[in-house]
């Protein structure tokens, strides 16, 4: 019985505490992923960023599309399962265990995709701005929106923002 109660509280923690450093655990729907993927408008062999990976869905079907990816996710478990989902195309994806925030961010980027909580989309925005001034990027994001900025396409709850030099 405890190890069944240490088993529920470390599952509770390693889904419950990204809270507080970014995005939770919540899968992309289909429609979401290739409303994003179509309005990033990515060609083969260009670098996309997901923040916050999850359990690798956007990373295997932006892979099946020829684009390379960088995931970070925080919960080792679902680096451990979106690893082994996008396993086929580990050529093109690769699934960072860390903290987004302060983890090194490809500088090859041309796109970055994110179901990040709104309390998040500021600094969000600053990181952006501050990691890739002077380049042309796009932020896709599912549901929330960065303050004081209007996204360029907004379709399915996917919003685009383009960031230019």
Not at 36 to 47: I, N, R
Not at 57 to 74: D, F, L, N, P
Not at 75 to 100: A, Q
Request: glycine share 8%; charged share 20%.
């Amino acid at each position: 019985m405890a190890v069944v109660i240490v088993l529920l509280i470390s599952l509770v923690f390693l889904f419950g505490f990204v809270v507080w450093v970014g995005p939770p655990y919540l899968p992309t729907m289909r429609l979401q992923i290739k409303t994003a993927l179509d309005m990033l408008d990515l060609s083969p062999g260009e670098t996309m960023i997901e923040l916050g990976s999850g359990d690798g869905r956007v990373a295997r079907a932006a892979a099946q599309r020829g684009i390379k990816v960088v995931g970070y996710e925080i919960n080792p478990l679902l680096v451990l399962y979106s690893r082994i989902i996008t396993w086929r195309y580990r050529e093109n994806v690769r699934i960072i265990w860390g903290n987004m925030w302060t983890k090194q961010w490809p500088d090859d980027a041309s796109a970055i995709y994110t179901f990040l909580l709104e309390k998040f989309m500021q600094k969000l925005d600053n990181k952006i701005i501050q990691t890739y001034s002077g380049r042309n990027i796009k932020l896709v994001s599912f549901a929330f929106s960065i303050p004081g900025k209007t996204a360029v396409q907004d379709e399915n709850g996917v919003l685009l923002y383009e960031y230019s030099s």
